[in-house]
C-alpha cells in the first residue's frame, strides 16, 4: 500500500534537523573550551573573604566564665525586707481562731507601741463574718486597744476592707476568709446560671479577675494581717449515672482517726479547764494588764 503521506520521510528530516542543531551545540561548546584552555577567555576574580575581625580585649574580658566576684554583683548579702507579719489560723468551728488571732493581735499592737511605731497608736480592725468579733470587745476594752468591726461577707467588701484597713489600722483580722471565697464562688455560678463547678472555672476563680485581687494584697500590702479560715475536706468531681455531675470528699476520717480525735479533744477539754487562769494571767501580766 502507498503511503501517500509519506510519514517516513517526514520523520527522517525531523532527525536530520535535531541532529544537525546537536551537533553545532557541540562544536560551540568545544570552541569555547579550546578559547577557555588556551587563555583567551578572561577568568572571573575569585572572591577574596573578607578579614577576621577579632574582638577587642575588652569584650573579651566581659565575655569571661562568672567567677564569685561576678555572682556578688547579682547576689547581695541576706537581709530581712519584709517588716509586716501576715499568719493564719486554722480549724474546725470552735476551735479557737478568733480568740487566738484576737491576743496575737494585741500582742503585736503592744510590741509596736513599745518600738515606738508611729501607726501602732490606729485600731485593729475586724473583719467579721461569724459575729465573733462581739465576744472580743471586752478583751480589746480591757487592754485599751481600740477595735473597729466589718460585719461582711463578700468577696468585694474584703477586697475594700484590705485597702482601708492597709492607711488606717495597725492590724487587720479576717476571721473568717472562707465565707469571702465561698461568697466568690456562689456568685459566679449564679453569673453562669448553674449550679455546680466544673474544672474549665477554677482559672477564672483563681485568677487575677478573681482571688488573686486578694492573694496579691494580702502579700503586698503594707499591713500587718491575720487570717483565719475552717478546714475542710478535699472533693472531687464524678457525675452520676444520669450524668448529673456531683462533688464528693475525696477521702473520710476513718474510724480509728475519729476516735483519735475525739480523745484529743477529750483530753484538750481536761487540760484547758485546769489551765484557763493560770494562763489568762499570765498573759495579762505579759501585757501589763491587772
Given at each position: 500500500m502507498h503511503d501517500r503521506t509519506d510519514h517516513n520521510k517526514f520523520a527522517a528530516q525531523i532527525a536530520e534537523r535535531l541532529r544537525q542543531e546537536l551537533v553545532a551545540t557541540r562544536v560551540t561548546e568545544l570552541a569555547a573550551f579550546e578559547k577557555k584552555a588556551k587563555g583567551e577567555t578572561p577568568r572571573k576574580a575569585k572572591r577574596t573573604p573578607s578579614p577576621v575581625r577579632t574582638a577587642p580585649a575588652a569584650s573579651v574580658a566581659q565575655q569571661e566564665p562568672p567567677t564569685m566576684s561576678n555572682v556578688m554583683n547579682i547576689f547581695q548579702p541576706a537581709e530581712s525586707t519584709t517588716a509586716h507579719l501576715k499568719a493564719g489560723f486554722m480549724g474546725k468551728q470552735g476551735a479557737g481562731k478568733s480568740a487566738t488571732a484576737s491576743f496575737f493581735a494585741i500582742g503585736l499592737v503592744r510590741y509596736l507601741q513599745e518600738l515606738g511605731v508611729s501607726y501602732a497608736h490606729k485600731p485593729v480592725a475586724f473583719f467579721d463574718t461569724e459575729t465573733g468579733s462581739d465576744w472580743m470587745i471586752p478583751l480589746f476594752n480591757e487592754v485599751g486597744i481600740p477595735l473597729v468591726v466589718a460585719k461582711k461577707r463578700s468577696f468585694a467588701d474584703l477586697i475594700t476592707a484590705v485597702k482601708w484597713a492597709e492607711e488606717n489600722a495597725s492590724v487587720l483580722i479576717i476571721d473568717s476568709i472562707t465565707h469571702p471565697w465561698r461568697e466568690l464562688q456562689e456568685s459566679y455560678l449564679k453569673s453562669k446560671k448553674r449550679t455546680f463547678l466544673q474544672i474549665d472555672d477554677w482559672s477564672y476563680l483563681k485568677g487575677p479577675y478573681g482571688w488573686q485581687q486578694f492573694s496579691d494584697l494580702y502579700i503586698n500590702s503594707k499591713l500587718h494581717i491575720i487570717m483565719?479560715?475552717?478546714?475542710?475536706?478535699?472533693?472531687?468531681?464524678?457525675?452520676?449515672?444520669?450524668?448529673?455531675?456531683?462533688?464528693?470528699?475525696?477521702?473520710?476520717?476513718?474510724?480509728?482517726?475519729?476516735?483519735?480525735?475525739?480523745?484529743?479533744h477529750e483530753f484538750d477539754d481536761a487540760v484547758r479547764n485546769c489551765a484557763s487562769k493560770a494562763f489568762n494571767d499570765q498573759f495579762r501580766k505579759s501585757l501589763k494588764v491587772k
Open positions: 483565719c479560715g475552717r478546714a475542710g475536706d478535699e472533693t472531687e468531681q464524678y457525675t452520676d449515672e444520669n450524668g448529673k455531675p456531683f462533688e464528693r470528699p475525696i477521702r473520710e476520717p476513718s474510724e480509728d482517726l475519729t476516735s483519735y480525735i475525739r480523745r484529743c
